[in-house]
């Protein structure tokens, strides 16, 4: 990545916790390779925010790599951008303490995301699960990001980001660029194949409502045929129709086809040939990602070569923002 060009700085990041869902992609991934030569692209497997719900570590050792080979098979280019993981760059959990400061209880316990996933595992309600938009604030802060590509369900975290680096600057003065969300027009919300007001998730229960990027074509076809629909038949883009508007937009991202002539391509036909076609172009998109991502897995040592050049370059940014940080809030000088 060149520094020395005076372009904007983007971060995002995606949790290891097992194989991308088409929400993933379409959301964030997808955008993140065609980013990297407008701006400074700074990309991180965030394994840190993953334990904030329990993990089996032999597994989460093992997606950590396949997420980092699965950002790069997506077309994020590790000599263009910084691609690394989190746990590798100690400034992140270092500036987590000092924004954690600067973040109200008040504020934390408004976000939707912990509700859910404490609603989700009462067990195991963490203060790490609480803290969670903290270390997301400090991963964002730390390299000064202008921008944030992610879906919908993110805003609220990046909001949360925004407060914080404002108050911090307030505080102490000016440090931190305040981040703005980049969330696509379309598809910054995938949906549930089997229930299309709910987000497509990882974590849901019934396999037919996700799909893995690295599903196998027959059975992308298979889960978009058994997609739950409307009892209409027509192929049109609109607010009663959530089963189909997500296919649509699902179909509209694959495809660059606008919902228009999606509609004039489908007009008499039924929702089976629409389902199967839409089943099809995804799993032939996809099947390029699942290829260069069988390639890399294969080849360990470069996969390590990239993340560990990619903790490098983090830390050498992120560094500098951490030491000013410190300055400014009073601690003493170390060397
Ligand atoms: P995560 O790992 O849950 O999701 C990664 C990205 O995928 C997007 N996404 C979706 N987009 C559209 N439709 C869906 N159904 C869908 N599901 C997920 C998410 O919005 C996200 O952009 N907290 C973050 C990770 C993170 C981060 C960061 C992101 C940690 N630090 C700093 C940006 C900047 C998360 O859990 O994403």
Not at 79 to 87: D, E, T
Not at 225 to 232: E, G, I, L, Q
Not at 265 to 270: H, L
Not at 303 to 326: D, F, M, P
């Amino acid at each position: 990545m060149s520094e020395q060009e005076n372009k904007k700085v983007i971060f995002s990041g995606i949790q290891p916790t097992g194989t991308f869902t088409l929400g993933n992609y379409i959301g964030a991934v997808s955008h993140w390779g065609k980013l990297q030569d407008e701006y400074n692209c700074i990309y991180s497997i965030v394994d840190m925010h993953a334990i904030t719900v329990r993990q089996d570590p032999v597994k989460l050792r093992q997606h950590t790599l396949e997420a980092y080979a699965l950002i790069m098979a997506c077309g994020v280019d590790p000599k263009k951008s910084i691609a690394f993981i989190q746990s590798h760059v100690r400034t992140h959990a270092e500036l987590n303490w000092i924004l954690a400061c600067s973040t109200q209880f008040g504020e934390l316990s408004r976000m939707t995301q912990f509700k859910d996933k404490s609603a989700k595992h009462p067990d195991d309600v963490n203060a790490g699960l609480f803290t969670y938009p903290v270390l997301m604030a400090a991963d964002i802060l730390a390299y000064k990001a202008d921008l944030v590509p992610v879906g919908v369900d993110q805003k609220q975290h990046l909001e949360l980001a925004r407060n914080v680096a404002q108050r911090f600057n307030s505080k102490y003065g000016e440090l931190f660029t305040v981040p703005e969300p980049y969330i696509p027009k379309v598809g910054a919300k995938v949906m549930s194949l089997q229930d299309p007001e709910k987000k497509m998730s990882k974590s849901d229960e019934n396999p037919n409502a996700c799909i893995y990027i690295l599903d196998e074509p027959d059975v992308i076809i298979r889960k978009f045929k058994r997609a739950v629909t409307d009892s209409d038949s027509e192929v049109r883009y609109a607010e009663d129709k959530p089963g189909i508007s997500n296919l649509m937009s699902i179909y509209s991202v694959v495809t660059g086809k606008d919902y228009a002539s999606i509609e004039r391509e489908f007009e008499g036909k039924g929702y089976g040939d629409f389902k199967l076609a839409v089943g099809e172009a995804v799993s032939d998109h996809l099947k390029p990602v699942r290829d260069e991502f069988a390639r890399l897995m294969a080849d360990k040592a470069y996969l390590k070569e990239c993340y560990t050049n990619g903790a490098q370059a983090a830390l050498n940014i992120s560094r500098k923002t951490v030491a000013k940080a410190y300055r400014k809030v009073g601690f003493v000088d170390s060397m």
